[in-house]
């Protein structure tokens, strides 16, 4: 079997954290988040929205809006998906 190496930028990373969250596996998408900023790969709106959504998704609300300020302290830019799912996140957290 060929050795298959895959690229480790932006656009993988946001792909596999998107699985993680639609697994609900907040734990795994953080630690992506966190892998990415360690290994200097940029991290954007997409990146940090589906990190809020992996929160979303797993309860975790406090983490969820927290990493929206991230987003606001960061100069990142906000959207309509990162809102609703942080939105969203206080809404199941019964904040």
């Known amino acids: 079997m060929a050795d298959i190496r895959v690229q480790r930028d932006t656009t ?3 792909a596999v954290i ?3 969250e639609k697994a609900s596996e907040w734990e795994s998408a953080l630690e992506l988040f966190r892998m ?4 200097l790969v940029e991290r954007h709106t997409i990146t ?12 975790e609300w406090v983490r969820a809006i927290k990493l929206l300020c991230d987003m606001a302290a960061g100069d990142v830019e906000r959207n309509a998906i990162t ?3 942080a ?9």
């Open 12 to 14: 993988t990373y946001n």
């Open 18 to 20: 998107s699985a993680c």
């Open 36 to 39: 990415m900023a360690d290994s």
């Open 48 to 59: 940090y929205g589906a990190v809020v959504s992996a929160f979303e998704k797993g309860g």
């Open 83 to 85: 809102y609703n799912a």
């Open 87 to 95: 939105v969203s996140a206080c809404e199941k957290g019964g904040e």
